[in-house]
Nanobody
Framework: QVQTVESGGGSVQAGGSLSLSCRAS??????IGWFRQAPGKEREGVAR????????YYADSVKGRFTISQDVAKNTVYLQMNSLEPEDSAMYYC????????????????????WGQGTQVTVSS
């Protein structure tokens, strides 16, 4: 059964930290991304990782604050979020790149699949 399950969201004050997990079952893909979507806004990429070699990419808005990592044996990708800001409040999703021709670093959300239900992150000021 193909399934993606995100967890770890919650409510924190600005400056706090959260650690998200994305567990995939029934599939393995070479590029996994974390995305977020706030109410009234488009879904945007936050961080991506090549599962074969661990190379990572980050949106400018989270560089230096967020870290994406993985546990290959557990088929799980993590997102450590530090120094959280109210602007980081959103539903966070992970997904896998669908097409080999797409860039792991910059492919839009439409070129990712296997979306989970998401996990809510709320940062209060």
């Amino acid at each position: 059964q193909v399934q993606t399950v995100e967890s770890g969201g919650g409510s924190v004050q600005a400056g706090g930290s959260l650690s998200l997990s994305c567990r995939a079952s029934g599939y393995r893909r070479d590029c996994i991304g974390w995305f977020r979507q706030a109410p009234g806004k488009e879904r945007e990429g936050v961080a991506r990782i090549w599962t074969s070699n661990g190379i990572t990419y980050y949106a400018d808005s989270v560089k230096g604050r967020f870290t994406i990592s993985q546990d290959v044996a557990k088929n799980t990708v993590y997102l450590q979020m530090n120094s959280l800001e109210p602007e980081d409040s959103a539903m966070y999703y992970c997904a896998a790149r669908l097409l080999l021709a797409s860039s792991c670093a910059s492919a839009p959300p439409s070129e990712f699949g296997y979306w989970g239900q998401g996990t809510q992150v709320t940062v209060s000021s």
